[in-house]
Structure formats: structure tokens, C-alpha cells
């Protein structure tokens, strides 16, 4: 459901980010280094979502994934903790913004955003699994 609004809400204002804004948030990602918590990746991965929502100028859709986006932060914490997440959400995060600025719409959606939600998944699902097995549950 994340990826399918996701989409929606970048559809929306794709051609309406400034360079400036990008490169705001570029910034932010430049900043974190190999030693950055995972409390220093969270202002710069929120960053990039707020400014795709807030620009979709959608109140509704809006509300509807900062609804989603809290009940899932849990598990975003737990797929930060595989050890090359962080680094590959940066890289991720920086495609995003590279071909928003290209204006690749399409490449954007299903190349970047849906590639980035989808490894997020997946290394949550591989952090679960690793605790159920390093816990001896079932």
C-alpha cells in the first residue's frame, strides 16, 4: 500500500520540486558518513518524503501516509539495523533526487521510489526472520 501512494503522491507534484529543493535535501544526504547514527539518517530520509508530500498538496493523501508512514516507523527502525541499509538508502535516496531533477517521471516511480520502498521491505522481513532465529522462536 506505502509503494502504491508513494507513487500517487510523487505523481502529483513531480514538475512542481524546485532544483533548490532538491539540492536542499541532497545536501542533508551528502552530510552522513559511514559513521552517521541511525538517528543522523532520519532527518534527511524524512526530508525527501516531506517534501514529496507536502508538495503533492494533497491533503488527504497526505494524512493518509503520515497515518501509514507512523504505524510502520517501527519496522523502518528495525530494516535500518541491517548493517548495509542505511548506505544503500542513502544511494537510493540520491537516484531519487538525481532523476527528479532530470524530470524522469516514470524512471523515478519504478526504478527509484518503488526499487527504495521495496529494499526497505525486504531488509525489515530479513530483520524479523534474524530475530525469530537469533531468539529460538518459531
Given amino acids: 500500500m506505502r509503494i502504491t501512494l508513494e507513487i500517487c503522491a510523487l505523481e502529483l507534484p513531480w514538475n512542481n520540486i524546485t532544483d ?3 539540492e536542499k535535501v541532497k545536501k542533508l544526504l551528502f552530510e552522513l558518513t559511514s559513521n ?3 538517528d543522523d ?3 534527511a530520509d524524512k526530508s525527501l518524503y516531506s517534501l514529496i508530500i507536502d508538495r503533492a498538496r494533497n491533503g488527504r493523501l497526505k494524512k ?3 497515518l501509514l508512514n507512523s504505524q510502520i516507523e ?4 528495525i530494516a535500518a539495523n541491517e548493517p ?3 548506505v544503500n538508502s542513502k544511494k537510493e ?3 531519487i533526487i538525481y532523476l527528479l531533477k532530470t524530470r524522469d517521471l516514470k524512471a523515478c516511480e519504478y526504478y527509484s521510489l518503488k526499487k527504495h520502498l521495496e529494499n526497505v521491505k525486504n531488509s525489515t522481513l530479513g530483520q524479523a526472520k534474524l530475530f525469530v532465529v537469533q531468539n529460538g522462536e518459531k
Fill in 93 to 95: 535516496h540520491l537516484e
Fill in 84 to 86: 548495509t541499509r542505511l
Fill in 36 to 38: 552517521s547514527s541511525i
Fill in 20 to 22: 533548490g529543493e532538491l
Fill in 74 to 77: 517501527r519496522f523502518r527502525r
Fill in 64 to 66: 493518509i501516509l503520515n
Fill in 41 to 43: 539518517y532520519y532527518p
